[in-house]
C-alpha cells in the first residue's frame, strides 16, 4: 500500500518536471525585441488582447499557431508538413512582398493577413489562415515584417 502510494508521488514528480522542462523548452519566457515580433512568434500580444484566426488549420494547440509556424523564422517559407498535410508556403520578406506585381503596400499586406486578399484582389488559398486583432497590434506586426529580409 504505501509503496503504492511512494510510486504514485514519484510519478507525479516526474511528471510535473516533464511538464516544467517542457514548458521552459517551448519558449516560455523567451523574450521579444518588439510587440511585432511576439506576434509573429507565438500569435500572443504584449498587451494580451486576443489574437484568433480562421480558415487555416486547427493544430493540436488550437489557436497557437502563429506566422512563424508556416512562413519561418526569416519569413522565407518553403514547404510546411502540418497535421498530415503538406503545403508550399511563400516568402514574405519585405523585400519579396514589395516585388511582386503588383507589389504589397502596408495597407494591402493588412488586408491579406486579415481577410486572405492579395493586392491583385484576389484570394489567398487555405492554409493561410484570416488573422484577428486589434489596429495596433496590426500596425506593430506590419512594422515587424518590414524588418524581415
Ligand atoms: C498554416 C500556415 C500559415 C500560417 C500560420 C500563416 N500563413 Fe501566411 N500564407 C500561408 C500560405 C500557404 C500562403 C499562400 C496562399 C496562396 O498561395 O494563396 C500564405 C500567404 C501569405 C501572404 C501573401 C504572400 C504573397 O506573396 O502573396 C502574407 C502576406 C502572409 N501569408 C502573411 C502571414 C502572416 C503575417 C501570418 C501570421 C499572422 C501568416 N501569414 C500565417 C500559410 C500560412
Redesign the pocket.
Known sequence: MLGKILSFSSLLTLLLSAITLFLLLSGCGQSFSSNGQK??FT?ESTSGQP?T?SG??RTMMQNR???V???GSQGK?GT?N?MMQS??????TWP??TS?DPP?TEQT?KL??TQ?I?PAG????????H?QMSESDLND?VDF?KTLK
Not at 503545403?87 to 514574405?92: E, L
Not at 484576389?122 to 489562415?129: E, F, S
Open positions: 506576434i509573429y500569435a489574437i484566426y487555416g488549420p499557431l502563429a506566422c509556424n508556416c512562413h517559407g510546411v502540418m503545403f508550399d508556403v511563400p516568402n514574405i519579396e512582398l511582386d504589397f499586406l491579406a493577413i486572405g492579395d484576389g484570394t489567398l488559398k487555405y492554409p493561410m489562415p488573422w506586426l515584417i
